[in-house]
């Protein structure tokens, strides 16, 4: 009874840690950091479904947990990295507009994901299952991210992030979705990342940056 | 095996043109593989008729008359959709706008994309149908930017990051969807999502999660149908890439993102009943619809012109689906069908039209009927199709949801004259002065298939004067299905 006691608790943490570096990348500027704090955010991922695996005994998980290995620690920051230093842009920074502001709507977003998450929390069996609120948080702060960022990157990383937090209400509420699906969901988004790594280049040389304020023309007058 | 062949040979299909797909033969194969796939899909479509709802492949795959139309339909304008690319591929690569490569790259994904269309209407796994949808978004999203203009690029990118967005909120509504399955079936790995399984306890599914789920599946596929207020990707995505791709997104995949909110619904309907599902969608439907028919107005591309008239038309059916009852469905099924034909049939036109006079821009069209009287025809024929006149089928898909609105909820009435009349007068107004009038372009370079184009505003002409019993019985099994 410890045991599991232990586990729900590092649990806990771990979700914390999720939440922190999903603040962080609200707030970073370099897009190298966020594609290491992208890293980070995955290694965490990795961890608490390694426990969720452990403490359920379902052997399942502990695939999905290799899947999140191989995809979000290794492969996707790897491709991220790779793109940014042929495009020359791993030392960009962009201007953010108003951080504390920012701040402020991440942290009604939380609020409100804690208050959605309230009823089904109520009803999960899974020992992960306080976690959901945070889950949702993570997914709406990623949503705010690609909302306020202007830089392609940028906007594909908050679009990862975003899948991260569904990976986690996944494991939160049901402890993870069939293999199947999971695997076709790692598929699509290893695809997607491709196709947006072509299209950057494509991008750039069509308007010699990566800003997104160049993509506004069309637009009802 | 029906299936089987109905999803391999596009993704064969794919195979194939990844390789040879920048040869001459290239438009050919690419419409032989098409033709195969209808082939195979007509004989799936002759096994349900005759034997009935089918489960296949562990229940991964299942077929009954709602989708088994669907199947069809997507099948058949695939191929017509094909047939269209032949000519007006190579006047695109005439005029300079293509090379090799990227024709390579646009047969290949045309394959791909048809495929994941076809496994979105076929899977059984509700899971499964959401990793087709994001495979059918990826596949057309190098499509769009396939010019690499500037305003081509800005139009991918919005589509994806939109789409890719709104899918992502259907993700999280299928997790809580798996998580309402686990408490009624227990942790039963793949068949806990499984639409036959799902539909057959949708009655113990716990109330305040699929209300929940609902929320996140509608606007997430609704993203796709392009429901307003998620519209923005739609009308770019149509006018700027080339016009086959405009024909199948408009044609096909917006029916089939329609597809997987209904299949939710009927899901959701059961647990919370009908009153709520149905008046979000009736909502989003005529608030699409109103939308998508002012902006007609400010068009000046005939591109984007009918990208709003499509939204315009989902929000009808989106609005009569969330009416129910088995009129209402009926109508919605034969809108869904009359929509696509028609549509598609338009773009192939207003493809060539934009091609003869060089420009997208509709001032710069004039006087089609004296160039080629077909596509002059075609176009004004088309219009006259979309906007509801007798006797072509729109009008009576229309006229039923019209009338069922009226006697179940009159307040909606006047939003949907309002919608269908501002809609009638903005592109009259506009085809009107681009099919007749003066014009000295010179004729094309390929002569134009304009078959399809006949053969579809044939079919939708049939459909208003005379429905085959046979297919009215099937409409009303899809409609008592969706309940």
């Not at chain 1, 949702?136 to 990862?160: D, H, N, P």
């Not at chain 2, 496994?119 to 596949?139: H, I, K, P, Q, R």
């Not at chain 2, 501002?422 to 004729?443: K, L, N, W, Y």
């Not at chain 2, 134009?448 to 005379?466: E, I, N, Q, T, W």
Request: positive net charge.
């Amino acid at each position: 009874m410890h045991h599991s006691e232990l586990i729900a608790q590092l649990l806990k943490v771990i979700a914390a840690g999720l939440l922190l570096i999903s603040f962080a990348m609200l707030a970073s500027r370099r897009t190298q950091q966020l594609i290491t704090l992208f890293a980070w955010q995955g290694a965490m991922l990795f961890v608490s479904t390694c426990l969720v695996a452990y403490s359920s005994g379902l052997t399942e998980m502990y695939y999905s947990a290799g899947l999140t290995l191989l995809l979000k620690v290794i492969a996707l920051p790897w491709i991220l990295h790779r793109l940014i230093h042929r495009l020359g842009a791993q030392w960009d920074s962009e201007q953010l507009v108003n951080v504390p502001t920012t701040m402020m709507a991440g942290l009604a977003l939380v609020i409100f994901a804690f208050g959605l998450a309230q009823p089904i929390t109520s009803m999960a069996t899974t020992i992960t299952r306080h976690t959901l609120g945070i889950a949702l948080a993570v997914i709406l702060l990623a949503f705010l991210m690609m909302i306020t960022r202007r830089k392609a990157v940028t906007q594909v990383i908050g679009f990862l992030a975003m899948e991260n937090g569904l990976f986690f209400a996944a494991t939160s509420a049901t402890y993870g979705m069939p293999m199947v699906i999971e695997l076709g969901i790692a598929l699509d988004l290893l695809v997607g990342v491709f196709i947006l790594g072509i299209f950057f280049f494509q991008i750039r040389e069509q308007f010699d940056s990566l800003d997104l304020s160049n993509l506004e023309s069309l637009k009802e007058d | 095996m029906e299936i089987l062949m109905v999803l391999g040979l596009p993704l064969l299909g794919a195979a194939l043109l990844a390789v040879f797909g920048a040869r001459r033969f290239a438009a050919e194969l690419n419409a032989g593989m098409s033709l195969a796939t209808l082939i195979a899909a007509s004989f799936l479509v002759l096994r349900v008729i005759r034997h009935g709802p089918l489960l296949a492949g562990h229940e991964q795959f299942f077929v009954d008359p709602f989708n088994v139309f669907l199947v069809a339909l997507t099948a058949f304008v695939g191929f017509t959709t094909a047939l269209f690319s032949r000519p007006y591929m190579r006047i695109e690569e005439h005029h300079g706008r293509l090379n090799p490569g990227r024709l390579r790259l646009y047969h290949s994904m045309y394959q791909l994309f048809m495929a994941a269309m076809l496994l979105a209407l076929l899977t059984n796994n509700m899971g499964l149908l959401w990793v087709a949808m994001e495979a059918a978004t990826l596949s057309t999203v190098l499509l769009v930017s396939l010019y690499r203009t500037r305003a081509s690029l800005e139009a991918a990118w919005k589509y994806f990051i939109l789409c890719g967005v709104g899918i992502a909120q259907a993700l999280f509504g299928t997790i809580l969807l798996y998580f309402a399955a686990e408490k009624a079936l227990g942790r039963q790995g793949m068949t806990a999502l499984l639409w036959t399984h799902l539909n057959a306890v949708k009655g113990q599914l716990e109330p305040r999660v699929l209300g929940l789920a609902f929320v996140f599946l509608l606007v997430g596929y609704g993203t796709k149908v392009g429901l307003a207020p998620l519209h923005n990707w739609l009308p770019d995505a149509h006018a700027e890439g080339p016009t086959p791709v405009s024909a199948v997104l408009s044609g096909l995949l917006l029916n089939v993102a329609l597809y997987a909110v209904i299949r939710c619904k009927v899901l959701v309907e059961g647990s919370i009943g009908h009153i709520l599902p149905g008046r979000m969608l009736m909502t989003f439907g005529l608030l699409s619809a109103v939308l998508g028919a002012f902006f007609i107005w400010r068009q000046r591309d005939i591109k984007r012109l009918f990208g709003y008239s499509s939204i315009e038309h989902m929000g009808i059916i989106t609005f009569a689906f969330g009416l129910g009852g088995p009129v209402a469905n009926f109508a919605a099924l034969l809108h869904m069908t009359v929509h696509s034909l028609t549509k598609s049939s338009i773009f192939f036109t207003a493809g060539h039209a934009s091609q003869t006079a060089g420009t997208q821009q509709m001032d710069g069209i004039r006087g089609l009927v004296g160039i080629s009287p077909t596509i002059g025809w075609g176009l004004m024929l088309g219009s006259l199709s979309i906007l509801g006149m007798p006797p072509f089928g729109v009008f009576a898909s229309e006229f039923l949801i019209l009338t069922t609105a009226m006697r179940e909820h009159p307040w909606t009435t006047p939003f949907l004259l309002i919608a269908l009349g501002v809609a009638f007068a903005g592109i009259f107004s506009r085809v009107q002065p681009m099919v007749f009038g003066e014009s000295d372009a010179p004729p094309l370079p390929h002569s134009p298939a304009l078959l399809p184009v006949f053969v579809h505003l044939g079919m939708v002409l049939l459909l208003g004067v005379y429905m085959p019993a046979a297919l009215a019985e099937w409409y009303r099994a899809a409609a008592r299905l969706i309940g």
